[in-house]
């Protein structure tokens, strides 16, 4: 497939998407979004990748919607087209796991595809932001949301309302990020990340997402219940009886199903 806003690459067994609008820093428009979408669901449905990737370029992972694109429509127009479609929202829904390679600006739509992703890396000069109230809007992918649960209300009430930008260690202390990298090393770290839940078995690495996710749909009852009864699962798995003898063997295991 060939794609004019995003790159895209197979590496091993990660695939790589590397959003690629230079002259707008990367700004989402609607062809980047579709570009994303389908990139990202061809990814999820190839049977050689076991992880995602997705990155932009050192000054950003992406500044936001294209506010150029977005400020003439009307409410009209945004409620026909229920603009921020369920495209939007495609990273979220995938089943297979995610890795976000965050430098420079992260900010709006931008932030919000970060979030969306299970694993978040920042290179120390990522810069993250919900700046829609200064714009007279809110955020609308999910930011007000998925940043409230990451880094709690405080902060996700200041930074919304403020619009201000948080620096990568104020992300990572405030548990947005789950690593930050310098800069230069930002892409080895996040393939090395991705490259090993790659290496795992894959319907053991579904599964485990699932049961994440399952903390920010449920009750702590119904999620511990969610969690043993695919726990359980496992042990239908010819990997599962693998991992454990390969341990007792002290041997790596070789995984069937990847
Ligand atoms: N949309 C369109 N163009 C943009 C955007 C954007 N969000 N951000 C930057 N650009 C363009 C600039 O207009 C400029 O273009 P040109 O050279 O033609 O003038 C080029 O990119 C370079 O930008 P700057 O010259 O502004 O670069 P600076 O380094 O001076 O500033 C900033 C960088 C601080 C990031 C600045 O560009 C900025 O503030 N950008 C806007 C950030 C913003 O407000 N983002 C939120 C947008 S609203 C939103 O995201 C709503 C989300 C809805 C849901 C999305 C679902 C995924």
Partial sequence: MSYQTIKTETLGRVGLITLHRPEALNALNAQLIDELGRAARAFDEDDGIGCIVVTGSEKAFAAGADIKEMKDKDYAQVKNEDFITDDWEVLSRLRKPTVAAVAGFALGGGC??????????AADSA???????????????GGTQRLTRAVGKAKAMELCLTGRMMDAEEAERAG???KVVQADQLLDEAMKTA???AGMSLPVAITCKEAVNQAFESTLAE???FERRVFHATFALEDRKEGMEAFAAKRKPAWKHR
């Fill in 112 to 121: 919000e595809i970060a979030m969306m992703c299970d694993i978040l890396i």
């Fill in 127 to 141: 810069k993250f932001g919900q700046p829609e109230i200064k714009l007279g809007t809110i955020p609308g992918s």
């Fill in 176 to 178: 947005l990020v789950a």
């Fill in 195 to 197: 490259e090993a839940v």
């Fill in 223 to 225: 999620g511990v219940h």
